[in-house]
């Protein structure tokens, strides 16, 4: 079976500085990888995935993760946030298949004016 | 704008009833998966159905079941309500290549 947990339950950041939202994975075997949004009352969004290939993938809106294996992290990052931004971000594994997606707690993303 | 629809947006149901929950999805997404949300936590899933045939499912008991149409629509029925099943559930639909799930806004069932 796979976990993931994500170290902060909530993240404050003043409006335009930087921000990483940290996510960690245990899993016995190779894993697809996935950032996801959620607004306020409202379902869950696909912001970014690792299937295989380069390590860094990148968002339309700007976040980009970095699968790193050996330290099995998957941590999202933007350069400059926006008050748009603010939302609980979901990072989850899946084996591919029947399994499933596995989520984390989510993170709370609180921008700071 | 998401292509997945979920019905009713919210319901209240009462400990012991049962409740039909519905989603239906773009064409050629014949795999449906259904999560539940208890508040403040990340989406658990519940099970997944492929070609109307369920393939994969959590740790969820038995009460909790579904099905799969092939018009790409599906319903999660819950029997004999108990107060902890209160949470947004959310139907998730992907195509065959399994990746990418999109989800729907949820239906939010309050358990009294």
């Known amino acids: 079976a796979q976990s993931v947990t994500q170290l902060d339950s909530q993240v404050p950041v003043f409006e335009e500085a930087p921000v990483e939202l940290r996510c960690n994975y245990s899993?016995?075997?190779?894993?697809?990888l996935f950032w996801y949004v959620q607004y306020p009352n409202q379902g869950l969004q696909l912001l970014l995935k690792y299937l295989s290939g380069s390590t860094l993938v990148e968002s339309i809106n700007g976040f980009e993760a970095e699968f790193n294996k050996s330290q099995t992290s998957f941590h999202l990052r933007k350069p400059s946030v926006h008050i748009s931004d603010t939302a609980e971000y979901f990072c989850a594994v899946s084996r591919g298949g029947a399994d499933g997606l596995t989520f984390g707690k989510g993170t709370h993303l609180i921008i700071q004016p | 704008e998401t292509g997945v629809t979920q019905s009713p947006t919210h319901l209240i149901k009462t400990r012991g009833q049962q409740v039909t929950l519905r989603c239906s999805s773009q064409?050629?997404?014949?795999?449906v998966s259904w999560y539940q949300q208890a508040l403040g936590q990340g989406p658990q899933f519940i099970f997944q159905y492929y070609r109307e045939e369920e393939n994969g499912r959590g740790n969820f008991p038995p009460r909790f079941s579904g099905l799969q149409f092939p018009n790409y629509s599906s319903e999660l029925n819950v029997n004999a309500l108990e107060l902890d099943d209160s949470a947004l559930y959310l139907c998730?639909?992907?195509?065959?290549?399994?990746?990418?799930?999109?989800f729907g806004s949820g239906t939010r069932l309050t358990v009294v």
């Open positions: 998730a639909t992907t195509d065959s290549t399994n990746y990418g799930y999109t």
């Open positions: 064409s050629g997404h014949n795999t």
């Open positions: 899993s016995s075997v190779s894993v697809y």
